[in-house]
């Protein structure tokens, strides 16, 4: 398997036979509360550009080799989404859970803004809406936690 499809696919879990999307969300969902666990929320941060770095890098030309314009096995972008909206779930599985859940609400169900960013077609059309996604959800989480703690 050539490197781009290796990390586009983030090293197989996007050939899972069902549901690659909500899986490789799930894995990456588990790896951001280890790491948040582990190192801070600033690693979340870190995840999340290092994820969108190469999915713009890599996935449109993984997405050509497969003849394809937004393959089911390219799962960076959930990736990328997920670490997004894992931000500030920072220190709380259940906030990580909501995090999880509303991701994959909004980039299955994308409603408005996430699928306008389809339009951009390539690397950017791939990463695009997953990145609205998750940037939605991060915010949602935020304003909801500044309005839990009073």
């Known amino acids: 398997m050539k490197p781009a499809l290796l990390v586009s696919t983030c ?41 969108s770095i190469l999915g713009l890098t890599l996935s449109g030309g993984a997405a050509r080799e497969l003849n394809e314009e937004d393959p089911g096995c390219i799962v960076i972008d959930e990736a990328a989404g997920m670490a997004l909206a894992a931000v500030p779930a920072t220190g709380s599985i259940l906030w990580f859970g909501v995090a999880f859940v509303g991701f994959r609400i909004l980039d299955i169900w994308k409603p408005g803004p996430v699928r306008w960013m389809e339009r951009f077609g390539g690397s950017a059309g791939i990463m695009g809406d997953d990145l609205v996604a998750g940037g939605a959800v991060a915010i949602a989480i935020w304003l909801a936690r500044l309005w839990v703690s009073g």
Request: net charge negative; hydrophobic share 60%; glycine share 12%.
């Open 11 to 51: 090293f197989g879990c996007g050939y899972v036979p069902y549901a690659p999307g909500t899986f490789a969300s799930a894995i990456i969902a588990f790896l951001c509360f280890g790491f948040d666990a582990i190192v801070g929320w600033q690693s979340l941060v870190v995840l999340t550009i290092l994820f």
